[in-house]
């Protein structure tokens, strides 16, 4: 303040003077830019880009620019991560042993099945946000997961309905998993929702508490019956390709012997005709050397015998003088 002359005169201070208020406005202006003109968007998550609230561009993960000062808004939607919906109980605790707590839930687990018994159905299903667009504009975000469990919800009260209690527990379990995970689908698509379900899971199905015992029993008998099945068909498995094995050997077995058989009787066949040829031709030697040959064949083996023509007349029996005979 400068009052040489009686006159009242303001000067600025240092910071305020022009040549260092331009660098600090253009300094702010520019932290201004770098803040509200570039986003980021994580591996995880794709981001949905609006200009004046209307809908501009998807883009995936990575550094980009947009135009500042609310003019473009991004909205990151985690549309690779899988997220999960509990039904009938809820994970209180994870870790290596996780805890449960399901005491509060049974209205959203208790069913009535097709033959009119009550169960207590809990399960899970995941999915995954495959239009992020369709997420932030189709739905409301209050009522986002409250639409995806009420579907599931009613798929799944449906299907149970449509089954006796001992199938639901039992055999029909796979069936009622993969029928859950198409309807679920196509529901969620009619709303236009941009999720896909990814796994229809279902967890304990018990029966009500008076009668938990009872089904417990029949489950028991169940399994023992699966178990004895299994048993025979292992039994089964080990006997009967033994015994075909085993028939198949006989079976070619026979084959071979009837082979030789015939071959053997050709082969007969074939030496008598040629033998009738020869005793064609000289029927009285043909006969003579049958005789010989088979003379010899029938006494080849035998020890000690002579063999005399009973028409020989004047034979003197000097054979036994080798042996030492009186005779």
Do not use: C
Request: without cysteine.
């Amino acid at each position: 303040m400068d009052n040489s002359n009686g006159n009242m005169a303001f000067r600025a201070p240092k910071w305020a003077r022009p040549g260092i208020i331009i660098p600090i406005a253009v300094v702010l202006a520019a932290l201004a830019l770098a803040g509200t003109g570039f986003f980021i968007v994580n591996p995880t998550e794709d981001a949905v880009v609006t200009r004046f609230g209307k809908y501009l561009s998807t883009v995936g993960p990575g550094a980009h620019f947009k135009i500042p000062f609310g003019i473009d808004r991004a909205y990151n939607v985690p549309t690779k991560s899988i997220q999960t919906e509990q039904f009938g109980f809820r994970t209180v605790r994870g870790g290596v042993q996780n805890t449960y707590a399901n005491s509060n839930f049974s209205k959203e687990s208790t069913m009535l099945t097709g033959d009119l018994n009550i169960v207590d159905v809990e399960w899970i299903i995941q999915y995954r946000i495959n239009d992020p667009r369709a997420w932030l504009f189709n739905v409301h975000e209050d009522v986002r997961n409250d639409t995806i469990r009420d579907v599931s919800q009613s798929v799944i009260n449906l299907l149970v309905g449509d089954r006796a209690i001992l199938d639901v527990m039992g055999a029909e379990r796979t069936a009622i998993e993969a029928e859950a995970l198409r309807m679920t689908n196509e529901k969620l698509d009619e709303f236009g929702l941009g999720v896909t379900v990814t796994t229809v899971q279902l967890q304990n199905i018990v029966p009500p508490e008076g009668v938990q015992s009872a089904f417990e029993d029949v489950n028991k008998a169940i399994q023992d019956m699966n178990r004895l099945i299994n048993e025979g068909k292992e039994a089964y498995n080990a006997e009967i390709p033994k015994a075909a094995g085993e028939a198949e050997k006989t079976v070619l077995e026979a084959q071979g012997y009837a082979t030789e058989r015939v071959n053997r009787a050709i082969g007969d066949v074939a030496r008598f005709k040629a033998v009738y040829e020869e005793y064609r031709k000289a029927p009285e030697v043909t006969r003579r050397r049958l005789y010989l040959e088979t003379i010899e064949s029938l006494f080849t083996n035998e020890k000690g015998t002579t063999l005399v023509d009973k028409k020989l007349d004047n034979f003197l029996p000097l054979s036994n003088i080798t042996k030492g005979g009186n005779q």
